[in-house]
């Protein structure tokens, strides 16, 4: 017969691993004076979307994230196989990430923005301003019973907010983060209202303001002509409410035109080499964001006079944003967007008040346009930034640009913004990520990031 210390002991081994190993907790040493014995890190959640899943839309798993007991610290994990997910989504879940479960994730879009590549996921919505919606619940929000007794009599149930944060509707976002922790990885977020008619638009009926509008909508499944700058008007892709803290946007791309991406004050966000869309103010809000080795991408149709703007600082708190390393680039003409030609010449940005928080680019790359008239020219004109909207900040810095032209324009630009020789900003803080991103509790997602890549590569 076994002694039962044998069995006991058998019993330790197998749930703690040998004596001396870390696995359990149990090592040869004795902890320090005051110390916490170790805990392994609680294990993720995950919550599978897809066909033949348990869910088969992300509303449906974020739905069931609410009601799940979690450990402190314990993140859930929503693992969507790729696809396309028309779904406007409020993120009121702490510590939830959305991950692209393909085997090779990406990105790509295809067929003039239509389309998404084999290992895509893409969440896209199309309200946007100007325009109500038999679909649009009470809470802003696309609703199928809504939609469905709209349309069995007749009206609207509800009218689209007025643009901004305090209606709730955030520029009518596709996504709305209202909580700490939100993290993405691999996913594309859209506002489709300025790329093309969605199926779910052509079986909504739009309604047109008296006034605001745009002019009548197509109403056909992929038509691109909404496209153009005619219609150009507000529509967020994904907001960061002021509980927004500690955003981890990996490897995503955000789609739209006029104000695709809305960070308010109190959010913190890492972009890391993503791709951000837009054409007008499109990344915009008091956010204090870092955009680490990510392409800007201007998103603007072949009219002579579409020409972007990048950012629109408007909030006098916070540091502001810090575009680190980035690529100021044209979309894929015919492939990423319907647009004959890449982008004509646009601007870094246009503040709206003389004490706005900092725009900050530091060691950017700028392309070349191959805009007809302005072939090999910088995607930045000379200027680089406009006061159009009543604002001339100081602390809109420029520091060491790869112009891919071959032409230095920093001499140029205009008079009251900054082109330091040194690579710091006017507290004498250092232009790096974690200027932008400590806080009070020193929060620095990127070694991690960068580490995560550098397993990933062979």
Not at 2 to 16: D, E, G, Q, S
């Amino acid at each position: 017969m076994v002694p039962i210390r044998y069995v006991i002991l058998l019993t330790l081994f197998l749930l703690n691993g040998s004596p001396g190993s870390a696995r359990g907790g149990v090592t040869d040493a004795s902890p320090a004076p005051g110390a916490q014995p170790f805990r392994s890190p609680p294990a993720d959640t995950v919550l599978r979307v897809g066909p033949g899943h348990a869910y088969t839309s992300i509303n449906a798993a974020l739905d069931a994230a609410r009601y799940l007991d979690r450990a402190e610290g314990e993140r859930i994990v929503v693992l969507i196989d790729p696809g396309d997910y028309e779904e406007m989504l409020y993120i009121d879940v702490p510590n939830v990430t959305l991950r692209n479960a393909a085997a090779a994730p990406d990105t790509e879009l295809t067929n003039r923005g239509v389309n998404i590549g084999p290992g895509a996921v893409r969440v896209s919505s199309y309200y946007g301003h100007g325009y109500d919606y038999f679909s649009q619940g009470s809470h802003h929000r696309w609703d199928a019973d809504t939609l469905a007794a709209n349309l069995r009599r007749g009206k609207l149930d509800a009218e689209n907010p007025t643009v901004g944060s305090t209606s709730g509707s955030y520029w009518s976002a596709t996504v709305i983060v209202d909580t700490f922790g939100f993290r993405a990885d691999h996913v594309i977020f859209e506002n489709s209202f300025n790329q093309y008619i969605s199926r779910r638009e052509s079986r909504d009926s739009v309604v047109q303001w008296a006034e605001g509008g745009k002019g009548e909508r197509p109403r056909d499944f992929g038509n691109t002509d909404v496209q153009d700058r005619a219609f150009v008007e507000r529509a967020a892709a994904i907001a960061l409410t002021e509980k927004a803290d500690r955003t981890v946007l990996n490897r995503c791309r955000v789609v739209g035109r006029q104000d695709s991406f809305f960070g308010a004050a109190g959010a913190r966000v890492i972009v890391y080499r993503g791709v951000m869309m837009g054409a007008v103010d499109y990344l915009f809000g008091g956010m204090n964001a870092v955009f680490y080795q990510t392409d800007l991408m201007l998103n603007v149709s072949d009219a002579g006079h579409d020409r972007s703007y990048i950012t629109a600082a408007h909030y006098p708190r916070g540091r502001g944003m810090l575009f680190y390393e980035c690529r100021i680039v044209s979309p894929q003409p015919g492939v990423e967007t319907a647009s004959a030609y890449g982008a004509k010449p646009g601007f870094f940005g246009r503040p709206w008040r003389p004490d706005s928080s900092e725009v900050v680019l530091y060691r950017t790359r700028i392309d070349t346009s191959s805009f007809p008239g302005a072939e090999g020219q910088s995607l930045v004109d000379p200027e680089g930034w406009k006061d159009s909207l009543g604002g001339r900040s100081p602390y809109m810095y420029e520091y060491a640009t790869e112009e891919q032209s071959g032409r230095s324009h920093t001499g140029q630009r205009a008079k009251w913004t900054s082109v330091p020789s040194a690579p710091f900003l006017a507290d004498g803080l250092p232009i790096q990520p974690i200027t932008f991103t400590a806080g009070g509790d020193d929060w620095n997602p990127l070694p991690g990031l960068l580490a995560a890549d550098e397993q990933r590569e062979p």
